[in-house]
């Protein structure tokens, strides 16, 4: 890993979080950090503010805080409408710089895993469409502007927006931030939140996902136990489970995710230097 530009992205979206507690003159749209291929991006409008990014409605809340994310294969461009209180619009052109991402190779794992059967293909369906429905909670809460801790403590054996191949064959990017650790070891939420989904995937093993907000939510996977139900409250560095190795693995750890809705982020940036 690069540490001077994940430091400078962490120092960007310290910045960003500092905006929140400053009042702002109406109209008024602002965040710092530049924006990027998996980047989440949190700020501040003067209340009242209507945005719209590339066409999308992004929630602004009752104090103006907002937040909204690029993918990791976003364009160079985007476009964010602000509608001011009183009325006036103006849209905004947002550079967004690109990334180089990582090739990470991964053997040993099971044929049924690397190539599912039809009976696994059915369950990879529907699982897929209970995390999207958990990922497509819209709630006014706003925990995503108070910041996000380390989920675990442990190895980074695996980075976002790297290209998986297993077994000798490419698959989809990686799209979370693994932390590799004993069996057992504590699994924290990130940030306070609600759980919307609790589950045991194919892929992703014993898995939690935690809405902090405006889309903004993180999944924990692979975990040995899960110690919170669905529609559990959570606060910041509460236990909610264990590192494990359910699902697809080679070995214990903690699948970390970040999403805006139905795109996964890079977790990595928001996290407070280990």
């Not at 006036?88 to 049924?112: C, K, N, Y």
């Not at 927006?161 to 077994?167: K, P």
């Amino acid at each position: 890993m690069r540490e001077a530009p994940v430091l400078a992205r962490r120092a960007a979206l310290g910045g960003a979080l500092a905006l929140l507690a400053a009042p702002r003159p109406a109209g008024a749209v602002e965040w710092q950090g530049a924006p990027a291929q998996g980047a989440l991006i949190v700020g501040r409008a003067a209340p009242g503010t209507r945005l719209a990014l590339d066409g999308r409605a992004v929630r602004v809340g009752a104090d103006g805080a907002f937040a909204f994310g690029f993918g990791r294969d976003h364009g160079a461009e985007a476009t964010l409408a602000v509608t001011d209180p009183d009325g006036r619009r103006e849209v905004r052109r947002i550079l967004v710089a690109r990334r180089q991402w990582p090739v990470q190779r991964i053997t040993g794992l099971p044929p049924a895993q690397v190539t599912p059967d039809a009976a696994a293909l059915a369950r990879i369906r529907a699982e897929r469409e209970r995390l999207a429905a958990a990922r497509a909670t819209d709630s006014a809460r706003t925990d995503f502007a108070r910041g996000f801790g380390w989920p675990a403590r442990g190895r980074i054996s695996g980075v976002y927006g790297s290209q998986r191949i297993l077994n000798g064959e490419p698959r989809q990017p990686h799209l979370g931030f693994d932390i590799a650790a004993p069996v057992g070891t504590p699994v924290l939420a990130a940030a306070s939140g609600r759980v919307t989904l609790a589950g045991e995937f194919f892929f992703f093993g014993r898995l939690l996902v935690v809405d902090h907000g405006h889309g903004v939510n993180t999944l924990y996977a692979h975990l040995s136990e899960a110690v919170v139900p669905e529609g559990a409250e959570v606060e910041q560095g509460e236990r909610i489970g264990a590192i494990g190795a359910t699902g697809r693995v080679t070995g214990p750890h903690l699948h970390f995710g970040l999403s805006w809705y139905q795109t996964f982020l890079d977790p990595q940036p928001v996290l407070p230097p280990a």
